[in-house]
């Protein structure tokens, strides 16, 4: 018992502590937070608001106002009334009528223009001056006052005559500036801010950023040009809003990039100096961070073991660093030597998981894209998104030149469509991404990925594609190539266009050559490659992508080799057994996707050339 009485008191505490504070809160708009009590009148002063003769009504009258349970001396000598009926001087004899008693509280409710406060008069008995039987709320007057916003009214101005929509049911249509919403902050306190919108009544941002306290940044580096080791004018592309080249500062590694030109919104220029590699690009203007990726150009780019030139196996093209081979040699460096009787890889795609398996013999290596990563500022996870063996068919096509197959799958969440394609080359074919050319021979396998319009969590933050390859065997075994399992990374990220893995097993060897570049919103930007994972059989790589809004390309080739120290049987005498290479080349570009595995194509690790090098000639002087 004593409790309920406790909560009562509590209940008209916070009744009243409502009514004389005069503040009307709406729980679910911080916006609505009006305060009325510079409206309240003394007992002795009222508002006014006339009410014509009408259908309902025989008489002119007015209605006497106040509010904050402002009473009226005028409407009631006992200050019981705060709403009034006064009738006028030719009707005198008729009593005033109760439209808004004290006793009976108020009720209010937020429009989106502003407030409405209902005031409720005591019931009574119908005469025959004054009937309200067949009100809504019967025998008792109800009057709704209706405050709009007006900037422009300091306390308030009565719209129009006072209306009767129903019995004893009174609009009285008020202005004020008191019901003017506002943002819940100040918004010209904030650094990004322009004003306050008045139509979601949340700070209006600058072109920069977003958010309740525009605090979020638009601004992103999609795609930054190269320049030469010399160092030079690099066009850095994406979106930065209206800045000016005095709020921009920008690095490139541990340089600063000078004379600073903005062309627009979406595309900014500067000076470099001299160095060398990939470096990270930052962008500052003001508190607002991005990064991107710039690749210094080595004037002459280097190739595989130098192509074997100095025996005329081939020729460097010292642009791309990718070697052309001279007729009756091929491979990464043109060190292996074609011949007619080496078996055959079989290159073979699987329309359920979207995965391509390259078999030789008892041994099958199979790549599949295994997800999509999104990395913040700092390069940690903010999400991954697994995709390995959930791919859905969309075509094939299939003839004497063509036969790819179609893939794509979506991720709802951040609405993105990623379209992949894997091609089985038949013919020997030029081929050209990024800006860079390869040729692609016969039984070779390409694979193309598209990711589009990917929804960032933030500007700040990039995207992941990672690639598993997976080495498997049969339990029949070639004794006389047992070797362990090894994985080698340390040419991935190499500064070079060109980055290499490999997965080497009983003398075979898958090589996935990796080119540093990528198509970030149709335009070519540098990417890096690194080791993601790796566990007993499998290795998982990460082609770093920038913050491409609108899609992204990539394009990696992989090849299986067999090693010349590769032996058909245990005979040890070299001359019965043909030295054979099986290659399939893995090229990796950057944003939209290919991969290619091309047969017939040899890597050298740079450590082991004088060796090579040596092994060579001896072959050709017993010839």
């Known amino acids: 018992m004593n409790s309920n009485k406790q909560l009562y008191i509590l209940i008209f505490f916070l009744l009243v502590y409502k009514i004389n504070s005069c503040l009307y809160s709406n729980p679910n708009d911080q916006t609505q937070k009006f305060d009325l009590s510079t409206l309240k009148l003394d007992s002795s002063a009222y508002y006014k608001a006339h009410f014509p003769i009408s259908s309902y009504s025989k008489y002119d009258s007015n209605f006497f106002f106040n509010f904050c349970n402002g009473t009226i001396t005028k409407c009631d000598s006992n200050l019981q009334m705060k709403s009034c009926q006064f009738f006028t001087e030719t009707a005198l004899l008729i009593p005033n009528n109760d439209a808004g008693n004290i006793a009976e509280g108020e009720s209010y409710n937020f429009t989106n223009n502003g407030l409405t406060i209902e005031y409720r008069g005591k019931t009574f008995s119908p005469t025959a001056s004054s009937d309200c039987s067949t009100a809504i709320e019967p025998n008792r007057r109800v009057t709704h006052y209706n405050i709009v916003c007006n900037k422009s009214i300091d306390t308030i101005n009565v719209i129009n005559d006072v209306t009767e929509d129903s019995r004893c049911s009174y609009q009285i249509n008020i ?43 638009r601004i992103y580096i999609s795609s930054v040009d190269s320049t030469t080791t010399d160092g030079g004018t690099t066009f850095i592309n994406g979106y930065f809003g209206n800045t000016t080249s005095e709020r921009l500062s920008i690095t490139i590694g541990s340089l600063q990039c000078n004379d600073i030109i903005v062309y627009n919104s979406s595309t900014i220029n500067c000076k470099i100096d001299k160095g060398e590699g990939i470096k990270q690009v930052i962008l500052t203007d003001r508190d607002l961070k991005c990064t991107g990726s710039f690749q210094y150009i080595k004037i002459q780019q280097p190739c595989p073991n130098d192509c074997f030139s100095f025996i005329k196996n081939g020729i460097c093209n010292q642009n791309t660093g990718v070697c052309n081979c001279n007729q009756n040699y091929t491979g990464l460096d043109c060190g292996t030597k074609i011949q007619t009787d080496v ?25 599949g894209i295994y997800s999509l990563v999104e990395l913040n500022f700092n390069g940690s996870i903010v999400k991954e998104y697994i995709l390995y063996e959930k791919w859905n068919k969309t075509s094939t096509s299939n003839n004497a030149k063509d036969n790819t197959t179609y893939f794509t799958q979506t991720i709802p969440s951040v609405n993105c469509t990623i379209e992949y394609s894997i091609e089985e080359v038949t013919i020997m074919k030029n081929y050209s991404f990024a800006g860079m050319n390869f040729i692609l021979l016969p039984s070779s396998v390409k694979l193309k990925i598209s990711i589009k319009d990917f929804l960032f969590s933030s500007t700040l ?22 070797n362990k399992l090894n994985f080698d990374t340390n040419d991935l990220t190499n500064n070079n266009n060109l980055n290499f893995i490999t997965i080497s097993k009983d003398s075979k060897t898958l090589y996935a ?88 194509a040899v890597l050298y690790k740079k450590y082991y050339i004088s060796l090579k090098v040596l092994k060579v000639k001896l072959e050709e002087i017993n010839k």
């Open 175 to 217: 202005q004020s500036k008191l019901v003017c919403r506002s943002c819940p902050i100040n918004c010209t306190e904030l650094l990004h801010a322009v004003g306050c919108n008045e139509v979601t009544w949340k700070c209006l941002c600058d072109t920069q950023t977003f958010g309740d306290y525009c605090n979020q940044s």
């Open 343 to 367: 078996p055959i890889s079989i290159p073979s795609i699987n329309d359920t998981t979207g995965t391509t398996t390259i078999t030789n013999e008892n041994s099958f290596y199979q790549i």
């Open 461 to 482: 933050n990039t995207l992941q594609l990672r690639i598993k390859s997976t080495f498997n065997q049969t339990m029949v075994k070639n004794d006389c190539n047992s």
């Open 513 to 600: 050559r990796f080119i540093n570049k990528a198509i970030s919103d149709g335009r070519v930007t540098t990417i890096s490659n690194s080791m993601v994972g790796q566990d007993k059989d499998s290795i998982y790589v990460g082609l770093n992508l920038p913050h491409c809004v609108e899609h992204c390309e990539i394009d990696p080739d992989f090849g299986v080799l067999v090693d010349s120290k590769f032996k058909s049987s245990c005979d040890d005498n070299a001359n019965s057994k043909p030295k054979w290479f099986l290659p399939v080349v893995i090229a990796g570009p950057i944003v939209g996707f290919s991969i290619i595995l091309i047969v017939g």
